[in-house]
């Protein structure tokens, strides 16, 4: 799950930022301005009650924002997910949210006795790996840590007390579920599913196979095309023109010293540049700011998203921002990708346009093909597992039974559900129905990538394995673990009632 947020952390990040904001929106916005007519918050509200315990708008911030640094600058999503397991993504914490959920967890660290000491903490936090190069721990990386934590309002002491949450929290969790058990015939049986092989034919209903007899007319395709129109249009391309700031090279080789000051002229060039830019507002002009600033432009002649030049297939966050970028911001923001940084302006925009029937004619026809196909394929699947399972009920063989049918039943081959074969096509979604599925009965349907099979189950047998005991433990253990965390969650949703977790009813009243 942490490789799933590690991969969509630009979008998770968003999401994050959104939910903080619009927290503290909700804590901070109520104060009534008479000369702004805007709403404002004074640090010392009242922002947040738990445990009786009233918080101000300053604290509760320092605790967001110290959450919205641990994600975005120290990479820690697990204690961005293990918080938000309990219940604090959402808000439905009485409206606490996140926030809320950290500061009860605080709450019970205290009651519990539970308190990483500094030197706990700070190993901790060595060994994240936004604090690593190659491995180890890197103190010029430590150096810009606490350098953009003083950004965000955030001291060494702040940095530390994260760390003493995230390790409280795994400290609580490990108090309350450490006489945790699984059931050993729960555990029993899900080795068995994850250890046994399956013998399994496959009977094939390709896609392909019905679209030979399908005829359109015209007046199909002129009738599908003016239904769908606005599906049918050209992709919007857009052309820009960039300089961009790269990351010094081989970083890893230089001494410390070399490696600040090479850092520091690209950021230097970079803030000049954004200055600039930033000062110049509306009149910004791209090409006339690197004349003056000695900066080399790039140009990119117009492009599709999904396409882009062979110069910047690697740089998707380039790419998305290209596309995101509005229409009327004449220079973009600093855009950071792994190479560098990146400011540009859009030199030209070619808007989507709808396309005539003529053009598209070929689309329409096979769209309509496709879905026609799709239709006549799953009503084929559907009266042919009905006639399976009807003849296998009265102990007919299944051989027998394709054969009547006029169905193709593959040879037999064997299957392991924890291990893929990489030579048989959708073997995983096969062998994951296989295991629902009693020997000498017909699966579900399963969708693959030319159409559906239906699957036989032929056999099942359990491996045999000279470590079957290890195997076991470790599935005990996992098992117990999954299974634990739901045991804390339960715990900790008791703790955060007994909280009453309370935000103060606001009221707008001009003095």
């Known amino acids: 799950m942490l490789e799933f947020f590690r991969r969509h952390r630009g979008a998770f990040l968003i999401v994050l930022t959104i939910v903080i904001i619009i927290t503290f929106s909700v804590w901070g916005g109520w104060r009534f301005d008479k000369t702004a007519q805007v709403a404002k918050a004074l640090p010392s509200d009242h922002a947040l009650t738990v445990y009786g315990k009233d918080y101000t708008n300053?604290?509760?911030?320092?605790?967001?924002?110290?959450?919205?640094?641990?994600?975005?600058?120290?990479?820690?999503?697990?204690?961005?997910?293990?918080?938000?397991?309990?219940?604090?993504?959402?808000?439905?914490?009485?409206?606490?949210?996140?926030?809320?959920?950290?500061?009860?967890?605080?709450?019970?660290?205290?009651?519990?006795?539970?308190?990483?000491?500094?030197?706990?903490?700070?190993?901790?936090?060595?060994?994240?790996?936004?604090?690593?190069?190659?491995?180890?721990?890197?103190?010029?990386?430590?150096?810009?840590?606490?350098?953009?934590?003083?950004?965000?309002?955030?001291?060494?002491?702040?940095?530390?007390?994260?760390?003493?949450?995230?390790?409280?929290?795994?400290?609580?969790?490990?108090?309350?579920?450490?006489?945790?058990?699984?059931?050993?015939?729960?555990?029993?049986?899900?080795?068995?599913?994850?250890?046994?092989?399956?013998?399994?034919?496959?009977?094939?209903?390709?896609?392909?196979?019905?679209?030979?007899?399908?005829?359109?007319?015209?007046?199909?395709?002129?009738?599908?095309?003016?239904?769908?129109?606005?599906?049918?249009?050209?992709?919007?391309?857009?052309?820009?023109?960039?300089?961009?700031?790269?990351?010094?090279?081989?970083l890893d080789k230089k001494p410390l010293e070399e490696r600040q000051k090479l850092q520091k002229a690209v950021s230097d060039r970079l803030n000049a540049f954004t200055e600039k830019a930033l000062a110049a507002g509306r009149d910004a002009n791209l090409e006339k700011l690197a004349a003056e600033l000695k900066e080399k432009v790039e140009t990119i002649a117009a492009f599709e998203q999904a396409t882009p030049p062979e110069a910047?297939?690697?740089?998707?966050?380039?790419?998305?921002?290209?596309?995101?970028?509005?229409?009327?911001?004449?220079?973009?923001?600093?855009?950071?990708?792994?190479?560098?940084?990146?400011?540009?302006?859009?030199?030209?925009?070619?808007?989507?346009?709808?396309?005539?029937?003529?053009?598209?004619?070929?689309?329409?026809?096979?769209?309509?093909?496709?879905?026609?196909?799709?239709?006549?394929?799953?009503?084929?699947?559907?009266?042919?597992?009905?006639?399976?399972?009807?003849?296998?009920?009265?102990?007919?063989?299944?051989e027998d039974l394709v054969k009547e049918k006029k169905l193709t039943l593959a040879p037999v081959i064997e299957l392991d559900a924890a291990t893929p074969a990489p030579n048989i096509p959708n073997s995983a979604q096969i062998a994951r129905e296989a295991q629902k599925t009693g020997v000498g009965q017909v699966s579900q349907a399963v969708d693959t990538d030319k159409g559906t099979v239906l699957v036989f189950v032929n056999a099942k047998e359990l491996r045999k394995s000279d470590n079957a005991a290890s195997l076991r433990k470790q599935q005990a253990d996992s098992l117990a673990n999954r299974e634990g965390e739901g045991v804390f969650e339960a715990w900790f949703a008791k703790k955060v009632e007994e909280a009453r977790i309370e935000m103060p009813v606001r009221t707008e009243t001009a003095a």
């Open 58 to 250: 300053a604290e509760v911030g320092q605790v967001g924002r110290s959450l919205q640094f641990a994600m975005q600058h120290l990479s820690m999503f697990d204690l961005y997910i293990g918080l938000s397991s309990l219940g604090g993504q959402d808000g439905s914490n009485s409206g606490g949210g996140i926030v809320g959920t950290a500061l009860v967890l605080k709450q019970l660290l205290e009651d519990t006795g539970i308190r990483a000491s500094d030197a706990e903490a700070v190993e901790a936090l060595k060994k994240l790996p936004n604090m690593q190069t190659n491995g180890v721990f890197d103190p010029s990386r430590g150096q810009q840590v606490e350098e953009t934590a003083g950004m965000y309002g955030l001291s060494t002491a702040d940095l530390l007390d994260i760390m003493r949450l995230k390790i409280g929290l795994d400290k609580l969790k490990e108090l309350v579920t450490k006489n945790y058990a699984a059931s050993s015939f729960a555990a029993e049986k899900q080795y068995a599913s994850n250890q046994q092989t399956m013998k399994v034919s496959t009977i094939a209903f390709d896609t392909e196979a019905f679209k030979k007899d399908i005829k359109v007319t015209d007046d199909e395709i002129k009738k599908a095309y003016e239904e769908a129109k606005e599906s049918y249009m050209t992709v919007e391309k857009r052309a820009v023109k960039y300089v961009f700031f790269e990351n010094p090279k081989d």
């Open 312 to 398: 910047l297939k690697t740089e998707s966050a380039f790419i998305e921002a290209i596309f995101s970028q509005p229409k009327t911001q004449p220079v973009s923001d600093a855009v950071k990708t792994d190479k560098g940084w990146y400011l540009f302006t859009i030199s030209s925009l070619e808007e989507p346009k709808q396309q005539e029937l003529a053009a598209v004619k070929d689309k329409v026809k096979d769209s309509i093909v496709e879905k026609k196909a799709a239709e006549a394929r799953t009503k084929a699947v559907n009266e042919a597992r009905d006639f399976l399972v009807a003849g296998l009920k009265d102990k007919k063989k299944i």
